[in-house]
Nanobody, 127 residues
Framework: QVQLVESGGGLVQAGGSLRLSCAASGRAFRAFNMGWFRQAPGKERDFVAAILWSGGSTYYADSVKGRFTISRDNAKNTVDLQINSLKSDDTAVYYC????????????????????WGQGTQVTVSS
């Protein structure tokens, strides 16, 4: 199993930047593809980005391409999400998640494919 804890959220002005971090427990982390999702009030949980277990491939939602960057450090058991050029539409609770299929080569973009979730971190963008 993997336990995930997000941090780094906060209140930021439009156009600003944030770096979210997700700390994972357990050696199994390095075998799992990781994803970030977000959920705004009254809306479904949406895919944001995913990264291969090796860090060798990434995948982004169209809405965040060019502004968000996902990265991971398997030695530190962390996966980060750098968010630039923030917009009011980016306001949401951001969750990191682990895909439980070890060493899988497909990066999933739906919540149902992820088995482990953090508690979320709030990002609020003021205009």
């Amino acid at each position: 199993q993997v336990q995930l804890v997000e941090s780094g959220g906060g209140l930021v002005q439009a156009g600003g930047s944030l770096r979210l971090s997700c700390a994972a427990s357990g050696r199994a982390f390095r075998a799992f593809n990781m994803g970030w999702f977000r959920q705004a009030p009254g809306k479904e949980r949406d895919f944001v980005a995913a990264i291969l277990w090796s860090g060798g491939s990434t995948y982004y939602a169209d809405s965040v391409k060019g502004r968000f960057t996902i990265s991971r450090d398997n030695a530190k058991n962390t996966v980060d999400l750098q968010i630039n050029s923030l917009k009011s539409d980016d306001t949401a609770v951001y969750y990191c998640a682990a895909d439980p299929r070890p060493y899988d080569i497909v990066l999933p973009d739906i919540p149902e494919k992820y088995a482990y979730w953090g508690q979320g971190t709030q990002v609020t963008v003021s205009s």
